[in-house]
């Protein structure tokens, strides 16, 4: 494949003091002593810019990890730990400015300090939108609450990049439980449930009007989607608007809403379903480092059937347009 420019956008990293927050370290694959993921995680500087340069990976857009400071109890520690977190990011970003750029980490505990700091974030640190990871203690972003935050990301002109988390408790006990603690953990998480509920997240968005009162809104979601392409026309005929109260289809506010990465899905299936319902104009190249290898990713952008048009756009150009990188 010729040489051109390689933009991963659903890269992570974290702060010690927000991952002790929130308890992070139950993941069984960073609970290990001295474990490299961890390590990776935490490394903002020479590790990771070596890992990158032996995938042939131009850019990172750097996030901090799920479940980030979204579930945080205490809406003032959210606030604070989420703005340590973005400075410390911006602080890498300033070193590094042709290898890094960065979503903000938001505290919607509280959703107006969350609106505050994403207008910080984007005007006074120069990132490029935000990350949400999933629900807020329970509560989903059709919640009129978050009404104050969505208002801003339109107003910005960024991105919401809608990540996975954990289910909520009962959800968790009830679907996900009785078997060993690892593959319980996996089976609510990366395995599946983390996709699950992100793409319920995006048809309550739908079907709550969010984006008949934030028609400008964009959205960005991973992992190929999130299972909703392979569903997409299941929803609609189920949920058209003699059902739902609302102007459109289902499919229609989610092509003209939301953005698609490639994050942690490496194989073709998923990629051509995704291209096929979604446009090579709406999908975006991820790899999801640290937790999957970012010579997996690359060797997805080598093998794809994709016109060379196509192979840029996802490539960098979408990134590019998107996020206005240069």
């Not at 602080?91 to 609106?115: C, G, K, Q």
């Not at 009162?213 to 299972?227: D, F, K, S, W």
């Not at 392409?229 to 189920?238: E, G, K, S, Y």
Request: hydrophobic share 45%; net charge negative; aromatic share 8%.
């Amino acid at each position: 494949m010729r040489a051109m420019r390689v933009i991963a956008l659903e890269e992570h990293f974290w702060t010690p003091a927000v991952a002790e927050a929130i308890g992070a370290l139950r993941n069984p694959d960073t609970t290990a002593s001295q474990s490299p993921l961890a390590a990776n995680l935490e490394d903002l500087g020479e590790g990771r810019l070596a890992a990158m340069d032996a995938a042939g990976i131009d850019l990172q857009v750097i996030s901090h990890t799920t479940p980030g400071v979204q579930h945080l109890e205490d809406a003032a520690t959210a606030v604070t730990l989420a703005r340590e977190s973005n400075d410390q990011l911006a602080r890498a970003v300033d070193e590094h400015p042709d290898r890094f750029a960065a979503f903000a980490t938001l505290p919607t505990p509280d959703p107006s300090a969350a609106a505050d700091e994403l207008e910080r974030a984007v005007g006074e640190l120069g990132m490029k939108g935000a990350m949400v990871n999933g629900h807020t203690s329970g509560r989903f972003l059709d919640d009129p609450a978050f009404d104050v935050l969505l208002a801003r990301f339109e107003r910005l002109g960024v991105p919401l990049y809608l990540h996975p988390t954990e289910p909520v408790p009962a959800v968790r006990d009830a679907y996900y439980t009785g078997f060993n603690p690892a593959v319980s953990w996996f089976l609510s998480a990366a395995a599946w449930g983390w996709h699950a509920e992100t793409a319920l997240h995006v048809l309550r968005m739908v079907l709550g009007g969010v984006f008949d009162r934030h028609p400008q809104l964009t959205l960005v979601i991973g992992h190929m989607g999130e299972m909703l392409p392979f569903m997409l026309a299941r929803v609609d005929d189920n949920l058209p608007p003699k059902v739902t109260g609302l102007d459109r289809m289902p499919s229609e506010y989610i092509l003209d809403h939301v953005h698609i990465t490639t994050s942690g899905l490496f194989t073709l299936p998923p990629l051509l379903c995704t291209l096929m319902v979604f446009g090579a104009e709406r999908v975006l190249f991820s790899v999801d480092w640290p937790y999957a290898p970012n010579q997996d990713g690359r060797r997805l952008l080598e093998s794809a059937p994709l016109s060379p048009d196509d192979l840029e756009r996802i490539a960098h150009g979408n990134a590019e347009r998107l996020l206005g990188l240069t």
